[in-house]
RNA sequence: GGCGCUUUCGUCUAGCGGCUAGGACACAUGCCUCUCACGCAUGGAACACGGGUUCGAUUCCCGUAGGCGCUACCA
């Protein structure tokens, strides 16, 4: 076979949102295409009409803008080989079809979906294969004339790949090597159908990777048991020589018990399965999406990167050149892989450490907004710099900075319960006296000094003082050093909160 | 049911005949400390089972069991 540069496809059928496990699949054929210089394809299967979802298509482009997958051909591209959307290229399908049946290597098949429905009914394991078809309704078994009469009244067809029996077909899978399955347990597999004039998956797939010179097919592994159909299909398109080649990719399985992940987990597990949020067209519905949810598209990216792939060093955060370089199918692992939500999170939180306090101010600056609540620039970086260590996701700094805000409006019970103590009111109305004192307040380190000189003097624990007073300005036991949340509620807003709590708490 | 793929800590995985079976997430403990975190340190935790092959199997082969997928005029 001749050096053909590599041309690898990520081909949706836009049936609803992309789901996470099919981004992992365009992202390992991104991967596996730059790292050889190729091309990746966006290529739209919508050859079931009945399931077609408005929005859809727009929705897996943008998701992948998003995550910073690009492609260099397709739908929303261009590209010498368009159009790209299956539904576009019904006539070059006609003619291979038309092919097929010319070679013999199929036929028209007349049965009605009642009909076969009764046969699987009656018959233990009805397949409609070389032991049964000379006993359906089709073109071997009616006379020619009798066919002819059938597509001229109109009648519905379909037409089927004829599959010769006993012959062991091989699929070399790059990720699990070679496939061995015998002609018999395939079936006469629908390629086309003369009600919507739509080829079905097989049919078209083949076509389509054969003519945009696909040379990888890197896929789901849902797709391994007809693979050897596919590869009977090349064959008899006289196509074997350019066949691509196959990497079936282990399936993105449920975090907890069975089944692959599926697009009604996410919510109902508590996260997302879909890059970008979704609302139904039909139902209305939404469902949650990684971008909304605060994760980071690199997180996103290097977290399904090693979902079934391994770089083979003890590295774990890649930028996108990164993982091109080190990618290879040889180390993709063969056995499904768990969705661990919490390791996704684990990796927002570590692009998140990457970010400077500037960058995650301003991603901070519209939440504080919608709170209901301005603050210059300045300010957020402080308290972004005092806090950011502790959260996963951006959204969380809310949590982390509210009492900076406004003043707590409840006090933590068990913070209470543990760090109030008896002498805590005189100890509070005495600091108050001490910090009303005080000129400067964002002379951080200076007031923390003068307090401490305080407490020594009385001879106080300091834990004891300055958790109470913890307690009076946060309403519980958390938060950073507590001079730094002074310097940005400011002097008059402390003694209200210290005054307040006093009133309180007693 | 049939066919195929698959099987190392709870999870993601490293390992490609000889290792105290390594790392990461999560978890636990300790240190740090005005609290909560961060950080650092430490710890518990795995080769599904049974046969072979071999001087020697987590590693190779065969069974069994479990898991997953496919079995549509869906992709």
Request: proline fraction near 5%; aromatic fraction near 12%; charge should be negative.
């Amino acid at each position: 076979m001749a050096e053909r540069k590599v041309r690898v496809r990520f081909a949706p059928s836009p049936t609803g949102p992309l789901h996470i496990g099919g981004v992992r699949t365009a992202l390992f054929n991104y991967l596996f295409a730059k790292k050889h210089g190729g091309d990746l394809l966006l290529r739209i299967e919508d050859t079931d009409s009945q399931r077609f979802v408005p929005g859809a298509e727009d929705y897996i482009i943008e998701s992948f803008k998003w995550l910073g997958i690009t492609f260099d051909e397709g739908v929303g591209i261009g590209g010498d080989h368009a159009p790209y959307r299956q539904s576009e290229r019904r006539e070059i399908y006609k003619k291979y079809v038309k092919q097929l049946l010319d070679s013999g290597h199929a036929y028209m098949a007349f049965d009605t979906p009642e009909e076969l429905e009764e046969k699987r009914k009656s018959i233990p394991n009805f397949q409609y294969d070389a032991h049964t078809r000379m006993s359906g309704v089709n073109s071997l078994t009616l006379s020619k004339e009798e066919v002819e009469k059938r597509v001229a009244n109109g009648e519905k067809y379909v037409v089927r790949i004829k599959v010769e029996p006993n012959e062991d077909i091989e699929v070399n899978d790059l990720i699990r090597g070679k496939v061995v399955i015998n002609s018999n347990v395939l079936d006469d597999k629908v390629l086309y159908k003369a009600a919507d004039e739509l080829p079905t998956y097989h049919l078209a797939n083949i076509v389509d990777d054969h003519l945009m010179e696909i040379t990888h097919v890197i896929r789901g592994e849902e797709w391994l048991p007809s693979a050897p159909l596919h590869v009977l299909l090349y064959r008899y398109f006289g196509w074997a020589d350019t066949m691509p080649a196959f990497a079936h990719l282990p399936l993105l399985l449920k975090p907890e018990g069975n089944g692959k992940l599926s697009k009604r987990d996410g919510d109902r597990l508590g996260f997302p399965v879909f890059p970008l949020q979704w609302t139904d067209p039909k139902t209305g519905d939404v469902s949650s999406g990684y971008r909304e949810s605060g994760y980071f598209p690199e997180a996103v990216v290097n977290f399904l990167a090693l979902l079934g792939w391994n770089p083979g060093v003890e590295k774990e955060v890649f930028t996108m050149d990164e993982l091109i370089q080190l990618f290879s199918l040889e180390r993709c692992s063969k056995a499904g892989a768990r969705f661990d939500y919490e390791k996704g999170k684990w990796f927002n939180k570590e692009y998140l450490a990457m970010k400077s306090d500037d960058e995650i101010a301003a991603l901070f600056a519209p939440i504080v907004e919608e709170k209901g609540y301005k603050r210059d620039m300045d300010t957020l970086k402080y308290m972004v710099s005092l806090v950011r260590n502790r959260v996963h996701f951006v959204k969380e700094l809310w949590y982390e900075t509210n009492y900076m805000f406004e003043a707590p409006t409840e006090y933590d019970e068990k913070s209470l319960k543990k760090r109030w103590k008896e002498d805590s009111p005189a100890q509070m109305r005495e600091l108050y006296a001490v910090l009303e004192g005080l000129q400067d307040y964002s002379a951080v380190l200076e007031n923390e000094k003068t307090v401490l000189e305080w407490v020594a003097s009385k001879e106080y624990k300091l834990g004891d003082v300055m958790n109470a007073f913890r307690i009076t300005i946060v309403g519980a036991a958390r938060g950073p050093q507590i001079f730094d949340i002074l310097n940005i509620i400011g002097k008059e807003e402390t003694l209200r909160r210290l005054s307040k709590a006093l009133e309180i708490l007693k």
